[in-house]
């Protein structure tokens, strides 16, 4: 690449950063005084504050989601956590045809080369981005061999934007013939789509029902469960049908166990574990019925204080078992996934009655 000249001094990290930009804007609808300034990740450039949000600068992905999806935007949507130290991907490449990258890098060259509030470094820059794909090193966007392959771009989950993970798909659009295998890691496949859905998994909330309800006696054993007909299965499908390629795959969540824990260090839990399984019916736990009040139940806790004034909080979450099959027969485990929530309980002294 031949160096840049402009009326603005430029680092290093500026002119990987607007190349950066360049590359976003083919691909996303950016706001032109903004991606200019484009840094991978918090720092300042001059007296201007960058943070690592990027809302607007991310490349629109053309994977879909159909099954039990939720919004990953929505913070009160549940969504499972994954065991350990794993996290869906938050970056891949995947393929665009000749004709769109052509006319999205034009478009975005249009954009910045025609707007009078862009700085001559970025003129340039997104002028230089263009001359590869059109003057350079490919010509007119490999248009004349527009059925024989495509190009492959970054895109990235708009929800991890402030993740550095984001930004680890930093290669510029290449071409990859129709069969060839794309040369690089996190080229978008089955197993990446599944590790894709598995974010979207729209997990039903983990609030256990209680009998006694939220209101139970010092040293009486309160039973705990879970909805069967709410906690099943329950599966999400990412798909990607562009030119060249057609793949998906399926992610499906199964609940595997309960974990209760008390919000105080005076109870026991049934069991001794706080662990209750699933039975073989899909059920979890065992609703209370009369007569069992002298009986430990299968999943439950017992408080032995009380409450006071105020509740103890009782966290209920549940462990779910994720698997995935996709295009070609292929398919595996991916980590668990855990999903709680917190409910106040409120525990007091049985009165004595006397006689």
Sequence with gaps: MHSLTSDHSMTASRRWAVLAGATALAYGVITPPAWAD??????????????????????????????????????????ATPVGNWSPPACWYEPVSAQQFSKEVEDG??????????????????????????????????????????WWVSAQDPTRLNDQAAWECS????????????????????????????NRIQLPGTKASLAPGDTTKVNLSTWAWL??????KVSVTASLNVTGLNIQATTTAEPVSLKLEPGTDDA???????????????????????????????????????????????????TWRITWSGTGGVGGDLPDGTFGTTQEVTVQEIQAVNR
């Design 268 to 318: 026991e839990t049934y069991p001794a574990s706080g662990e209750c399984a699933v039975s073989s019916d899909g059920s979890v736990g065992e609703p209370y019925a009369t007569g069992k009040a002298d009986q430990a139940p299968p999943c439950g806790i017992k408080y032995l204080r009380s409450s006071g004034s105020g509740t103890f909080p009782l966290k209920a979450t549940v």
């Design 109 to 150: 060259y249009k954009m910045v080369a025609d707007d009078p509030q862009q700085p001559n470094y970025a003129k340039e820059s997104v002028s230089e981005y263009r001359d590869i794909y059109k003057n350079g090193k490919y010509k007119n966007y490999n248009l004349d061999k527009a059925d024989k392959g495509n």
């Design 171 to 198: 290669d510029l659009p290449f071409w990859v013939k129709n069969g060839d295998i794309p040369p690089v890691k996190k080229a978008v496949s089955p197993e990446i789509l599944a590790e894709l859905a598995y």
């Design 38 to 79: 484009l840094s991978p990740g918090g720092g300042t450039q001059g007296k201007t504050t960058q943070t690592a949000q990027r809302d607007g600068h991310t490349i629109a992905s053309r994977v879909t989601f159909s099954g039990s999806t939720r919004n990953p935007s929505d913070q009160s949507s549940p969504a």
């Design 227 to 232: 909805d069967k007909a709410k906690f099943k």
